[in-house]
């Protein structure tokens, strides 16, 4: 990237109240602060399996709505965001199988935005998650299916070609 | 290097992510490092007026947070002149933590970025950095906000400092900028009540 110069930038320091407080002694360990975290994301857990659940009813709802709309872009991008919810969440909350297949929905469903929308595609994906959510499934490792983590990746990558 | 303690007790801690699971998520950690004050918003919109109502410590904010963006954001923020949480802390989080992205934050006026789904120790660790390696400020025509250099400090006593370290190099800005024009309609909205 280009660079120039500019002799009259103003430079000053900043101290902000966050810094200042923060920086006081007496906080919590960051051994047991992580802990105490790890224990917070813990308790979300209880109430993962309803929020898991609407939020693929949700998904189903839209992709649908997005196929009938031959894909219109709003239903798509309500759907993409979804997805990407469900992929941070259950990535935080360490289900990584239905974090990995909301990420290749997600891919699907970018390139959906700027191309055609491969509803054939965005079904498998659902069927995926839909298997991925049953308790048998949800403490995978995308690893631990090899077959279903090929057929996605195959899946993703014709559909963003 | 260990990371040192930090003390979050009395901190106003300002999330900003369209997701209320995710939110509620961070804001469960926050409550594990020893954070009591908690605000959440789910767009720009939230973030402008809760910075005109209320004292914030520091924003912990989505890169995608509808409608603006927290990119946007961050620059609206950073170069509002009259605004007085011109300088809060802006810790950026993004599903994309490449480098380009993490560029494209620096130079929006962004202290760190932290790449999501996020862990308790990747957070814990960004706000002890934030607290413990405060950064410069630099005004200039086209930027407000730390010194993006930030990678040559904590050399000791100037060794590693370039030669005539006092004029500035600064990037070329990068991104949608937002005329200024903009920057007040974003806040007059916000003020008036406005979406």
Same mark, same amino acid.
């Given at each position: 990237m280009a660079k120039r110069k500019h002799p009259e930038a103003r430079i000053f320091a900043v101290d902000t109240r966050f810094q200042r407080l923060a920086r006081r002694s007496g906080g919590v360990p960051r051994e047991q602060a992580i802990q105490q975290a790890k224990g917070e994301v813990e308790k979300a857990k209880?109430?993962?399996d309803d929020w898991l659940d609407s939020q693929v009813v949700e998904l189903g709802r839209l992709l649908k709505q997005a196929r009938a709309l031959e894909a219109e872009l709003h239903s798509v991008e309500r759907a993409n965001f979804h997805?990407?919810? #469900?992929? @941070?969440?259950?990535?935080? #909350?360490g289900f990584e199988l239905i974090s990995f297949i909301a990420d290749? #929905?997600?891919a699907v469903l970018d390139s959906a935005a700027t191309g055609e929308y491969h509803a054939d595609s965005v079904d498998c994906h659902m069927d995926a998650l839909k298997l991925a959510r049953q308790r048998g499934y949800r403490h995978l490792?995308? @690893?631990q299916v090899p077959e279903l983590t090929k057929g996605l990746n195959r899946i993703a990558k014709r559909t963003s070609t | 290097m260990t990371t040192p303690d !930090?003390?979050?007790?009395?901190?106003v801690f300002l999330i900003a992510d369209p997701s209320s699971y995710m939110s509620m998520l961070i804001h469960g950690m926050l409550r594990g490092f020893g954070g009591s004050k908690v605000v959440e918003v789910r767009s720009t919109n939230g973030v402008l007026q809760m910075l005109t109502n209320q004292k914030i410590d520091i924003l912990i904010c989505d890169s995608q947070l509808p409608p603006h963006g927290g990119l946007p954001l961050t620059r609206a923020i950073r170069r509002k002149r009259d605004n007085e949480n011109r300088t809060v802390p802006i810790l950026i989080m993004t599903r994309d933590g490449g480098e380009k992205t993490v560029k494209l934050a620096r130079d929006a006026g962004a202290n760190m970025v932290i790449a999501k789904p996020m862990s308790p120790a990747g957070l814990y660790d960004r706000l002890a950095w934030i607290a413990f390696h405060p950064r410069q400020f630099v005004d200039t025509a086209t930027y407000f906000g730390?010194?993006?250099?930030?990678k040559i400090e904590g050399y000791p006593k100037g060794v590693g400092r370039r030669k005539g370290d006092k004029a500035v190099d !600064?990037?070329?800005?990068?991104g949608p900028a937002l005329a200024q024009d903009d920057i007040d309609n974003l806040f007059n909205a916000t003020r008036t009540g406005q979406d």
């Open positions: 209880v109430g993962f997805s990407r919810e #469900l992929r @941070d969440a259950a990535m935080t #909350l290749s #929905l997600c490792k995308p @690893d | !930090i003390n979050l007790r009395d901190l730390p010194d993006r250099r930030f !600064i990037a070329e800005e990068a």
